[in-house]
T-cell receptor, first 110, second 116 residues
Framework: GENVEQHPSTLSVQEGDSAVIKCTYS??????FPWYKQELGKRPQLIID?????GEKKDQRIAVTLNKTAKHFSLHITETQPEDSAVYFC?????????FGSGTQLTVLP | GAVVSQHPSRVICKSGTSVKIECRSL??????MFWYRQFPKQSLMLMAT?????????EQGVEKDKFLINHASLTLSTLTVTSAHPEDSSFYIC????????????FGPGTRLTVT
């Protein structure tokens, strides 16, 4: 089955700096790669996703890049704000099932 | 649109009892529903996938006789934890996909189960 690895597990940045989280996946059949933000005790919130026919996607301060050859994808958050502090999960989907990465605790220091 | 609800949001039960969690798609018909379990400071782990009117498909290591899933309609799936034990205490989250996009999953708010 699919295996998704996510790094780093924790990330602290100063407000206004950029944050980058990286994921790799194992199943070359995976074709949908969402990123979720989860606050404590809440549901995962989709912040951006990318499909295998696209290499990069941007939505305001958030961007995702996908390298299907290398089987890795990354989340980039620019101009970070304290409200960006949360746990971020990447995921990969093959056969419509999501496999999640282990999560990254992002802390944005004011 | 694409709202998923769960009930209850929190439940405390005694060891050995059973508890049922409901997952509803409020404004769309859910072709497929998923059940996840999330332990503190860990990721979401898929427990099972269910399609309306069919038996659920369980992930390896998930006991189907302990975690009973019923997907009786296109808007409702239930997860029953039978003979609950303290190690079943966790955050249970459901999600659903609609017919318009088979990939994007809409998540419920989760149910915090505590078994004493």
């Amino acid at each position: 089955g699919e295996n998704v690895e996510q790094h780093p597990s924790t990330l602290s940045v100063q407000e206004g700096d950029s944050a980058v989280i990286k994921c790799t996946y194992s199943d070359s059949a995976s074709n949908y790669f969402p990123w979720y933000k989860q606050e404590l005790g809440k549901r995962p919130q989709l912040i951006i996703d990318i499909r295998s026919n696209v290499g990069e996607k941007k939505d305001q301060r958030i961007a995702v890049t996908l390298n299907k050859t290398a089987k890795h994808f990354s989340l980039h958050i620019t101009e970070t704000q304290p409200e960006d502090s949360a746990v971020y999960f990447c995921a990969a989907s093959s056969a419509r099932q999501l496999t999640f990465g282990s999560g990254t605790q992002l802390t944005v220091l004011p | 649109g694409a709202v998923v609800s769960q009930h209850p949001s929190r439940v405390i039960c005694k060891s050995g009892t059973s508890v049922k969690i409901e997952c509803r798609s409020l404004d769309f018909q859910a072709t497929t529903m998923f059940w996840y379990r999330q332990f503190p400071k860990q990721s979401l782990m898929l427990m099972a996938t269910s399609n309306e009117g069919s038996k659920a498909t369980y992930e390896q290591g998930v006991e189907k006789d302990k975690f009973l899933i019923n997907h009786a309609s296109l808007t409702l799936s239930t997860l029953t934890v039978t003979s609950a034990h303290p190690e079943d205490s966790s955050f249970y989250i459901c999600s659903a996909t609609s017919g318009t996009d088979v990939y994007e999953q809409y998540f419920g708010p989760g149910t915090r189960l505590t078994v004493t």
